[in-house]
């Protein structure tokens, strides 16, 4: 196919501080990494904010920009700044522009007919069940520009049957309008360790020994207050450690105090790719005891480096680890507990863990899955031209 067609995209949700990356930023930062296979096919128009970081983005060469200044603070005023851009002027630009299609990663799109193609991606519909603990005013504007947004995509991506599933469910929406394209993991979590970062990893947690591995977040659906107190029963019965990636809130800190596990649990602070990859590989058992999930990336991460996976059989997770994992089936911390010293303690089940683990974490490469999305944008563009 010789060049032709224009492809904007929503870069804003991966600018920013990379030390407190969400879901949402690190699909964004795969998808756009990834459109530099697709150069030949395609030009791209990529939306940013001058206020915000983009060193970390890998912007395919000779690509167009439309700046906006608005920042990611929260409040009254940016949500109508945010909302008057993606409404008002947005809209313009891209028609000047020339844009064939618009793919938003994230949910706010033009609700109003355009001439271009428009292509949210929908990670989940968590804003719709009790699982989302924000404010009402916050979940409340969500909703809205959800429902408003699929009634004028023409089409809406997201990234689990489990997902496009619940989407049917709360926006009443035709299943024909959603495409699930998963999403892809990093290649830094196939490649093979490094000796040097490994060394540091432990250096950085300050032993040697055996340890359970968490990282994925901090908010009340992931569960790791269950975890911890599983954890207090396993120590009674093994000698290992837990290690905590990511920012934890002041909720678990006071919780590891509580149950006097300050030396059993590490901190390990924010982790680089490349350390999460070493810690996936040296953990004796990656949990991820989340209650939703519209994907679960950090369990598909694990299991592309062949760490056993211990996780719940809430939302998506089954569909993503499919047999690679044991599933611990009620939220309470004696079962997740059991889970866990099953696996630690039956050296074949662990074998077989890891095994699996990596046959599975073939089907999230982004080699083939950045070719899903191409043909997807193709076929919607040529209904249009």
């Given at each position: 196919?010789?060049k032709?067609?224009k492809?904007?995209?929503?870069?804003?949700?991966?600018?920013?501080?990379?030390?407190n990356?969400t879901?949402?930023?690190?699909?964004?930062?795969n998808?756009?990494?990834?459109?530099?296979?697709?150069?030949?096919d395609?030009?791209?128009?990529?939306?940013?904010?001058?206020t915000?970081?983009?060193?970390?983005?890998?912007f395919?060469?000779?690509?167009?920009?439309?700046n906006?200044?608005i920042?990611?603070g929260?409040g009254?005023?940016?949500?109508?700044?945010?909302?008057?851009?993606?409404?008002i002027?947005?809209?313009?630009?891209?028609i000047?522009?020339?844009a064939?299609?618009?793919?938003q990663?994230?949910?706010?799109?033009?609700?109003?007919?355009?001439?271009?193609?428009?292509?949210?991606?929908?990670?989940d519909a968590i804003v719709?069940t009790?699982h989302?603990?924000?404010?009402?005013?916050?979940?409340?504007?969500?909703?809205?520009?959800?429902?408003?947004g699929?009634?004028?995509?023409?089409?809406?991506?997201?990234?689990s049957?489990?997902?496009?599933?619940?989407l049917?469910?709360?926006?009443g929406i035709?299943?024909?309008?959603i495409?699930?394209?998963w999403?892809?993991?990093?290649?830094?979590?196939f490649?093979?360790?490094n000796?040097e970062?490994?060394?540091?990893c432990?250096?950085?947690l300050?032993?040697n020994?055996?340890?359970?591995?968490y990282?994925?977040?901090?908010?009340?659906?992931?569960?790791?207050?269950?975890?911890?107190?599983?954890f207090?029963?396993?120590?009674?019965r093994?000698?290992i450690?837990?290690?905590?990636?990511g920012?934890?809130?002041k909720?678990?800190?006071?919780?590891i105090?509580?149950?006097?596990l300050?030396?059993?649990?590490?901190?390990f602070?924010?982790?680089?790719e490349e350390e999460?990859k070493?810690?996936?590989n040296?953990?004796?058992v990656?949990?991820?005891?989340?209650?939703m999930?519209?994907?679960?990336?950090?369990?598909?991460?694990?299991?592309?480096?062949?760490?056993?996976v211990?996780c719940?059989d809430?939302?998506?997770?089954?569909?993503i680890?499919?047999?690679a994992?044991?599933?611990?089936?009620r939220?309470?911390?004696?079962?997740?507990?059991?889970?866990?010293?099953?696996?630690?303690?039956?050296?074949?089940?662990?074998?077989?863990?890891?095994?699996?683990?990596?046959?599975?974490?073939?089907?999230f490469?982004w080699?083939?899955?950045?070719l899903?999305?191409r043909?997807?944008?193709v076929?919607?563009?040529e209904?249009?031209?």
């Amino acid at each position: 196919m010789r060049k032709s067609y224009k492809i904007a995209f929503d870069a804003r949700p991966a600018q920013g501080n990379n030390r407190n990356i969400t879901g949402v930023a690190t699909y964004s930062l795969n998808i756009i990494k990834n459109f530099s296979v697709l150069v030949e096919d395609f030009d791209f128009i990529f939306i940013i904010d001058s206020t915000l970081d983009s060193s970390h983005i890998a912007f395919p060469e000779n690509s167009e920009f439309i700046n906006t200044s608005i920042g990611r603070g929260g409040g009254l005023r940016n949500w109508i700044l945010r909302d008057y851009f993606t409404q008002i002027i947005l809209p313009q630009k891209l028609i000047s522009m020339g844009a064939h299609l618009y793919h938003q990663p994230d949910y706010i799109i033009p609700v109003r007919a355009t001439p271009f193609v428009i292509v949210p991606t929908f990670l989940d519909a968590i804003v719709f069940t009790p699982h989302d603990h924000r404010s009402y005013l916050a979940k409340a504007r969500d909703k809205y520009l959800l429902k408003k947004g699929a009634n004028n995509a023409d089409a809406i991506i997201t990234i689990s049957d489990f997902s496009k599933q619940e989407l049917v469910k709360y926006l009443g929406i035709d299943p024909c309008k959603i495409v699930k394209i998963w999403i892809g993991i990093s290649e830094c979590f196939f490649s093979p360790v490094n000796k040097e970062s490994a060394a540091s990893c432990c250096r950085k947690l300050g032993f040697n020994g055996d340890f359970i591995f968490y990282y994925g977040g901090y908010g009340q659906r992931k569960n790791v207050k269950l975890l911890l107190d599983a954890f207090s029963i396993i120590r009674n019965r093994i000698d290992i450690k837990l290690v905590l990636a990511g920012n934890i809130t002041k909720i678990i800190e006071d919780k590891i105090i509580t149950l006097n596990l300050f030396e059993s649990v590490k901190i390990f602070g924010f982790a680089k790719e490349e350390e999460l990859k070493e810690l996936l590989n040296m953990c004796s058992v990656f949990v991820f005891p989340s209650s939703m999930e519209g994907f679960g990336l950090p369990v598909a991460e694990a299991m592309a480096c062949g760490a056993p996976v211990v996780c719940s059989d809430n939302g998506s997770l089954p569909e993503i680890a499919g047999s690679a994992a044991q599933y611990f089936e009620r939220a309470e911390p004696k079962h997740l507990a059991f889970t866990i010293i099953k696996v630690l303690e039956d050296k074949y089940l662990r074998e077989q863990l890891k095994y699996h683990s990596k046959l599975r974490a073939r089907n999230f490469r982004w080699e083939n899955l950045i070719l899903e999305l191409r043909n997807m944008y193709v076929s919607l563009i040529e209904k249009i031209i």
